[in-house]
């Protein structure tokens, strides 16, 4: 009797320790790494709501946050060399192509349901990270580029916020006097030269290229949208033409600036205290189009999420993916009263009561979304906008006029196309 | 003989690793070399000493100079880019071809010998100004004052440098405008930003960067001096100038020559004061090749192409190298006939 009395006893605390491991998650002890572009949503929002994750799923997350461009180096270094550093990685949506194909990304199919988890997202966002049927990012952080400006000097001279390119000068004119200017232009190299072109071009409904990646980058609206850009710049404050984004921004919030081309989101900064001497004066609007255009369409901006396609963890990576882009995270980041951007490619985010109240820009940038699209999906963008980018600066610094700046850069990304085999001859 | 093979080879290990003097005990190592049989080493033992002591430095250097060279070299040669499906190729001299066809990589090189000479000629101006103030008796109460303004910035990182002076450099609230307002001489200089004054506007930076570093080795140089010859002179009447030009001048030959080639070797390769600067821009106006190099291999990451490049900017460099040592000795030579 005693000999079964232990044999029950054994079965029972051995099914009793099964039990128990299989409770405890599958990546119990798990550890992942995150690369992510280092902002204060970092050091604000994520890294206090850490702990919660790591006791709900037994994960261990360490966070490597690195500036824009080196973001961009070490992923690709890492990734690449097959070093196993990186986990999930955050990724600007311009390098998805280019790390699609480099083979860098996980598809993420497996993880997700296909017929209800891609609905949650703007389809324009989702699909950035489709390929071949595959989904390899999972769009978070949306910024949408438009006119941002100062209200005051606009209610004081009884103008109207420009709509058309020909108002959009006219107004700037206005706008500059002694002390102020009438536009704060960001036309730097860093990127920001090229978007501000491309936020004008995609207002006159034009692309950079046509289906068949043949450029058109001298098209006549092209021409026209450098054009305005090089008059614009006239009245921008000295030195814009070397002007990155913060910048450009800078002189907005002290009153040197009226006007902005950029992203929108910046205006959750401006109207605070600490972030202008003029909190609550500034507003949004789409970015002035040619008169008559149409099919014109706003330039958004993403950071979206992805797994590493050489990581060890993969099920703890898409945990982490689903957790910081889970509805919780997404209401925090709303109410976080943040100045960058933090508006969601998911619709949820939009339709949250407390993230409408706390967060005045989240409905405005919502009404433009369904007609925002991205820069070109094309792996060799970051040579071509570099391309455009120099050219813009050459018109910009009046040692080429605008048709034959574009002319010049059309004929040098032609020849890039080319040559890696984009096109044909 | 396995014995005394791995024996050697372990003290060479211990002493890579700090734990052991080879040289303290030459003898051990002579007694160990020893039981090796003649026929292996058909050389006097005493003339494999240095070779051995040589050893570690020799691998530490092929490990980490000469093989990332043979790299970049063999690279040279093949199309890859680390963000292509494709494995690399073969490409032959289609990428030295590439390069000297392209309008931007002579521009660049242009850039790069008129940022690099124009840097090192005002260092060298300055340098030895600052040395002969340093080492002047007239200066001598202040020469620790003078030093310590002199050398301030070499103690800040290139990227704090470059930062304040992009701040400086600001159009519209930066200092150096504003002193120029002040002056009366105001222009509304836009220094980074214009066809005019870009360029310029990073020598200057690199000017005052390095030019403490200069100033430093010729002040060495200086205090190393003979006095009989100074001396001499006095008594042959010759005035102070003739002293500098006949005396100072030829005898610092070697200090100078050290602190030119140094800098040149390090202007024909800068990156950071300007990519902080104008990272190239704006257009290509401060594209120097190290900037090309970086952008072709890190950002767009086409290796060979860089590595092409990069070994430009290593042959320009030597071969300016060389030549300055030459013209300085060739001055030298005449100065001594």
């Known amino acids: 009797m005693k000999k079964y009395m232990i044999e029950i006893l054994t079965i029972f605390v051995l099914v009793f320790l099964t039990g128990f491991l299989v409770l405890v998650p599958a990546f119990a002890q798990s550890e992942i790494t995150v690369s992510i572009v280092a902002n204060p949503l970092v050091e604000d929002i994520i890294v206090p709501n850490l702990s919660d994750f790591e006791k709900e799923t037994g994960i261990k997350v360490n966070i490597d946050a690195l500036p824009w461009g080196s973001l961009y180096q070490k992923q690709i270094l890492e990734v690449t060399g097959r070093t196993g550093a990186y986990d999930v990685m955050l990724l600007d949506d311009v390098w998805i192509e280019q790390y699609n194909q480099a083979g860098m990304l996980l598809p993420l199919n497996e993880f997700f349901d296909e017929n209800t988890f891609p609905d949650k997202f703007f389809p324009s966002m989702w699909e950035l990270g489709m390929k071949d049927g595959n989904q390899y990012v999972i769009p978070q952080r949306i910024n949408v580029f438009g006119l941002v400006y100062w209200k005051t000097p606009f209610e004081e001279l009884g103008l109207s916020v420009p709509q058309t390119w020909d108002e959009f000068l006219d107004v700037t004119k206005i706008l500059t006097t002694d002390d102020r200017y009438g536009v704060s232009l960001a036309l730097a190299l860093d990127g920001s030269a090229h978007m501000t072109w491309v936020m004008l071009l995609y207002s006159a409904g034009k692309e950079i290229f046509d289906q068949n990646w043949e450029p058109m980058i001298n098209s006549v609206e092209g021409v026209e949208a450098l054009e305005l850009l090089v008059e614009l710049a006239k009245y921008s404050p000295p030195g814009s033409v070397s002007w990155r984004w913060a910048q450009a921004r800078s002189a907005l919030s002290q009153g040197i600036g009226v006007m902005h081309l950029g992203g929108i989101s910046v205006i959750a900064e401006l109207n605070t205290p600490e972030g202008s001497d003029y909190p609550g004066e500034f507003e949004i609007a789409p970015t002035p189009a040619p008169k008559g255009a149409k099919g014109g369409k706003n330039l958004f901006s993403t950071y979206a999420w992805a797994i590493a396609s050489d990581t060890r963890n993969a099920e703890a990576a898409w945990e982490f993916i689903k957790w910081i882009t889970g509805p919780e995270m997404e209401r925090k980041h709303g109410l976080s009263g943040s100045s960058r951007p933090v508006e969601s490619a998911q619709y949820s985010y939009y339709q949250d009561p407390q993230v409408l109240e706390a967060r005045p820009l989240a409905s405005k940038m919502r009404k433009l979304l369904p007609n925002s699209f991205p820069q070109p999906r094309i792996a060799i963008w970051q040579q071509i906008s570099n391309e455009i980018a120099v050219e813009i600066n050459e018109a910009i610094l009046g040692q080429k006029s605008a048709k034959q700046a574009l002319d010049d850069a059309n004929d040098r990304v032609r020849e890039l196309l080319l040559k890696k085999g984009y096109i044909k001859q | ?337």
Not at chain 2, 6 to 32: C, P
Not at chain 2, 49 to 57: G, S
Not at chain 2, 236 to 257: H, R
């Open chain 2, 1 to 337: 003989m396995k014995e005394p093979v791995v024996l050697l080879f372990s003290l060479l290990a211990l002493q890579v690793l700090g734990e052991y003097n080879v040289k303290k005990h030459k003898g051990t190592v002579i007694a160990l070399l020893s039981q090796f049989p003649n026929q292996i080493l058909n050389i006097q033992i005493e003339r494999l000493i240095p070779i051995i002591f040589l050893i570690p430095a020799l691998t530490f250097i092929f490990v980490v100079l000469i093989i990332p060279l043979l790299a970049n070299l063999i690279l040279g040669f093949y199309n890859w880019n680390l963000l292509s499906p494709d494995l690399p190729n073969f490409v032959g001299l289609e990428n030295y071809i590439s390069m000297f066809k392209s309008v931007e990589f002579w521009d660049s090189i242009v850039r790069t010998l008129i940022f690099a000479f124009s840097t090192i000629f005002f260092q060298f101006l300055l340098g030895f100004a600052f040395a002969l103030a340093l080492t002047s008796v007239v200066f001598k109460r202040w020469s620790t004052l003078i030093r310590g303004i002199v050398i301030l910035p070499l103690t800040l990182t290139t990227v704090v440098a470059a930062t304040m002076w992009r701040l400086m450099y600001e159009p519209q609230f930066g200092i150096i405008n504003y002193a120029l307002d002040s002056l009366g001489i105001s222009h509304n200089l836009i220094w980074l930003s214009s066809p005019s004054t870009a360029l310029l506007s990073v020598i200057i930076v690199e000017i005052w960067r390095n030019t403490p570093f200069v100033a430093l080795i010729l002040a060495a140089g200086l205090a190393m001096l003979p006095e009989e010859p100074y001396e001499a002179s006095f008594v042959d009447g010759a005035s102070p100038l003739q002293s500098f030009f006949y005396i100072t001048l030829p005898l610092m030959q070697n200090a100078i020559m050290l602190a030119l080639v140094l800098r040149l070797m390090d202007a024909l390769k800068a990156f950071g004061i300007v990519h902080v600067l104008t990272k190239g821009g704006p257009a290509r106006l401060t594209e120097i090749v190290s900037i090309r190099v970086f952008k072709e291999a890190f950002e767009y990451f086409d290796i060979g192409y860089g590595a092409v490049l990069a070994q430009v900017v290593l042959i320009i460099t030597i071969l300016f190298s060389v030549l300055v040592i030459k013209v300085i000795k060739l001055v030298g030579s005449r100065n001594y006939d």
